[in-house]
């Protein structure tokens, strides 16, 4: 059973950054396609940025070029860099494989963007 661990969620600005962080609890982050998701109230859960193995990446149009996803194998930990914060960025922002496993879900990390 393999559990995600996410932190760095908190309240910004609009127009401020945050950096997500999910630690895998097992040796998966190096071997499969990860992806960052977020769930906002009332609303489904989408996939926000996803990173191959081979490191290709691709991001939601909703997030492109504000938003960077980042890997570090060794630390099975798996980055969100977030700039530019809107207030439709509002959400709890989770961690899982590509094609996610729905025991694997963690509790996932709040973002909050206010003035």
């Known amino acids: 059973q393999v559990q995600f661990v996410e932190s760095g969620g908190g309240l910004v600005q609009p127009g401020g950054s945050l950096r997500l962080s999910c630690t895998a609890s097992?040796?998966?982050?190096?071997?499969?396609?990860m992806g960052w998701y977020r769930q906002a109230p009332g609303k489904q859960r989408d996939l926000v940025a996803r990173?191959?193995?081979?490191?290709?990446?691709t991001y939601a149009d909703s997030v492109k070029g504000r938003f960077t996803i980042s890997r570090e194998n060794a630390k099975n930990t798996v980055y969100l860099q977030m700039n530019s914060l809107k207030l439709e960025d509002t959400a709890v922002y989770y961690c899982?494989?590509?094609?996610?496993?729905?025991?694997?879900w963690g509790q996932g990390t709040q973002v909050t963007v206010s003035s």
């Open positions: 899982n494989l590509d094609a996610p496993v729905q025991s694997w």
């Open positions: 097992g040796n998966i982050v190096s071997t499969y396609t």
């Open positions: 990173i191959t193995p081979s490191g290709r990446i």
